[in-house]
C-alpha cells in the first residue's frame, strides 16, 4: 500500500449539485481524479503506483461517486472508509454537494436530463430517493458546499480556494522576449512593446551585444521613461497574475517585444522575471529571438520610430 498520498478527497452529493464541475476544478488544480469508480476497487487504487510521469509523489487524490457508481451503498461506503483510516491510517475527508430540491429541478428541467433514479418519472420524485439514500454519507462528510445559489464558475471559485493549497493551481508562467521584425508569438496572453526605449542596436559598441549584457542593460535603463514604464508594468501584472489563477487559467504567457529581439525586449524581460520570481511567482524565460544574427535591415525600418535617430 502507497503512504505517499497526502491528500485523499471522496466527492459525492446530490445528483446535478455541480459534482462534475468540482472533479474538473480539481483536475485543473493538479488534482489525480477517479470519477463512478466501483467500492470494490477502491482498494485496488489505493494501492496502485501513481502514474508515470507524476510531479509528485504526494499528488492528491479526488475519488467521485454517486448515485449512478456501480454497486453504489451509502452504509458500506461509510463503513469502508473508517475501515480505511482504522488500519491503515489513512486520511480521507468526504465533500457532499447539496442543492434545495426546487433549484434541482429547474437544473433538470433545464438541462432536459433525466434524474439517474427516476428515469421513468418525475425529477422530484428521484430527487427525494437520492436524498434519503444519502442521508449517512451526508451525516458522515466533513465538507458540504450548498450549490443551490452558485453558478457554476462561483462553485469552481470556491473549490480553487479551499483546495488550491501550496502550489497547486499556480498557471505556467513564462515571460518571453521578441522581435517584431520576426512576428508576434502566437500563443502571448500579454504583448508589450518596449519599442519605445533608445535601441542600443544604434550604438556601434553595444549593437554586437544582448540585453544580458551589463553595458547593454545599463544603457537601456538609462531611458528616461524606462523605469516609470517598466515598473508600472510590474504593478500590473503583480495584479493580474492573481486574478488570472482566480480564474482557473493554467497558462499565461507575457511578451515583451522589441524591434530585434536582442536588445531591450531581452533585458526588461530579465527584469521582470526577476521581479516576479522576488513575489513568489516562478516563471520560466524564453529569449525567442536571441539567437538571431543582428540585421540592419531589421532595425532600420523603425530607426525613427525608436525615437532615437541612427547612430554612426
Known sequence: ????????LLVTGMSGAGKSTVLRTLEDLGWEVVDNLPLLLLDRLLSAPLPKGAERSTQPLAIGFGAKTRDFDPARIVARIKAL?????????????????????????????????????????????????LAPIRRWANRLIDTTDLSANELAQQVRATFGGEGLGEPTLQVMSFGFARGLPRNADLVFDM??????????????????????????????????????????????????????????????????????????????????????????????????????????????????GKQN
Not at 1 to 8: G, K, L, N, V
Not at 87 to 105: K, N, V, Y
Open 85 to 133: 483510516g482504522e488500519e491503515q491510517g489513512r486520511d480521507i475527508g468526504t465533500l457532499f454537494l447539496d442543492c434545495a430540491g426546487g433549484e434541482l429541478e429547474r437544473r433538470y428541467s433545464e438541462t432536459r436530463r433525466r434524474h439517474p433514479l427516476a428515469l421513468d418519472r418525475p425529477a422530484a420524485d428521484g430527487i427525494a430517493r437520492e436524498r434519503e439514500l
Open 1 to 8: 500500500m502507497s503512504s505517499d498520498r497526502q491528500d485523499i
Open 195 to 308: 519599442r519605445f526605449l533608445r535601441n542600443p542596436h544604434w550604438v556601434p559598441e553595444l549593437r554586437p551585444g544582448t540585453g544580458l549584457d551589463a553595458d547593454v542593460s545599463a544603457y537601456v535603463a538609462a531611458d528616461p521613461a524606462y523605469e516609470g514604464a517598466v515598473g508600472q508594468i510590474e504593478s500590473l501584472l503583480l495584479l493580474l497574475l492573481p486574478r488570472y489563477r482566480a480564474e482557473g487559467k493554467s497558462y499565461v504567457t507575457v511578451a515583451f517585444g522589441c524591434t530585434g529581439g536582442r536588445h531591450r525586449s531581452v533585458h526588461v524581460t530579465e527584469r521582470v522575471a526577476g521581479r516576479l520570481r522576488e513575489a513568489g511567482f516562478s516563471p520560466t524565460v524564453l529569449h525567442r529571438d536571441l539567437a538571431t544574427a543582428p540585421q540592419d535591415s531589421l532595425e532600420g525600418a523603425s530607426g525613427n520610430a525608436d525615437g532615437v
